[in-house]
Nanobody, 122 residues
Framework: QVQLVESGGGLVQAGGSLRLSCAASGLTFSDYTMAWFRQAPGKEREFVAAIGWTGTWNRYVDSVKGRFTISRDNAKNTVFLQMNSLKPEDTAVYYC???????????????WGQGTQVTVSS
């Protein structure tokens, strides 16, 4: 059974940094595109970033470009999201997702973690 377990969320002041991790099990990790989505209260789940199988391809939503970096370690079955220069509008529950093809539409992703809360205070 596939499991995705996120960690690293928390409370940070605006301008600060956090690094999220997502540990995957139950799948051949290197066969999957990995992504991070986020969902703020009262809003739809939003694509944040995705990374291809080998880590050479990635994609970001415009609002995080230059501030967030997605990476993966296939030897450790883990994907990361380094978040710098955080803003209050980045406050959300952040979810890790896995799929064999990468899209920006949440409904197309096969596997999800339980989410980790990120709160950015002004």
């Amino acid at each position: 059974q596939v499991q995705l377990v996120e960690s690293g969320g928390g409370l940070v002041q605006a301008g600060g940094s956090l690094r999220l991790s997502c540990a995957a099990s139950g799948l051949t990790f290197s066969d999957y595109t990995m992504a991070w989505f986020r969902q703020a209260p009262g809003k739809e789940r939003e694509f944040v970033a995705a990374i291809g199988w080998t880590g050479t391809w990635n994609r970001y939503v415009d609002s995080v470009k230059g501030r967030f970096t997605i990476s993966r370690d296939n030897a450790k079955n883990t994907v990361f999201l380094q978040m710098n220069s955080l803003k209050p509008e980045d406050t959300a529950v952040y979810y890790c997702a896995a799929n064999q093809r990468g899209t920006t539409r949440a409904e197309t992703w096969a596997y999800w973690g339980q989410g980790t809360q990120v709160t950015v205070s002004s």
